[in-house]
Nanobody, 115 residues
Framework: QVQIVESGGGLVQPGGSLRLSCAAS?????????MAWYRQAPGEQRELVAA???????NYADSVKGRFTISRDNAKKTVYLQMNNLKPEDTAVYYC????????WGQGTQVTVSS
């Protein structure tokens, strides 16, 4: 069973930065997985934030374009989400998703943007 563990969340002031990490374990052929970050704010539906394919193509939600960057290190079986110029509306639990033939989710990491 593939395990996904997110880390790097926390409390940050508006305009600040955070880098989230998503580490996969018990996974064979991590480089073949399409990876993504989702987020869910209280009372809201889970939404796609950023995704990166096995080939390295990326796409972003309009609300984070130009501020967030997704990347992957296949040797470390890790995906990152660099978040800059954070806004209060970025506050949410951020989840990592791994998809190949099956789909796996992490437990989430809380990001709070507040002064």
């Amino acid at each position: 069973q593939v395990q996904i563990v997110e880390s790097g969340g926390g409390l940050v002031q508006p305009g600040g930065s955070l880098r989230l990490s998503c580490a996969a374990s018990r996974v064979f052929f991590f480089s073949g997985y399409n990876m993504a970050w989702y987020r869910q704010a209280p009372g809201e539906q889970r939404e796609l934030v950023a995704a990166i394919t096995s080939g390295g193509s990326t796409n972003y939600a309009d609300s984070v374009k130009g501020r967030f960057t997704i990347s992957r290190d296949n040797a470390k079986k890790t995906v990152y989400l660099q978040m800059n110029n954070l806004k209060p509306e970025d506050t949410a639990v951020y989840y990592c998703n791994a998809k190949l033939r099956n789909e796996y989710w992490g437990q989430g990491t809380q990001v709070t943007v507040s002064s």
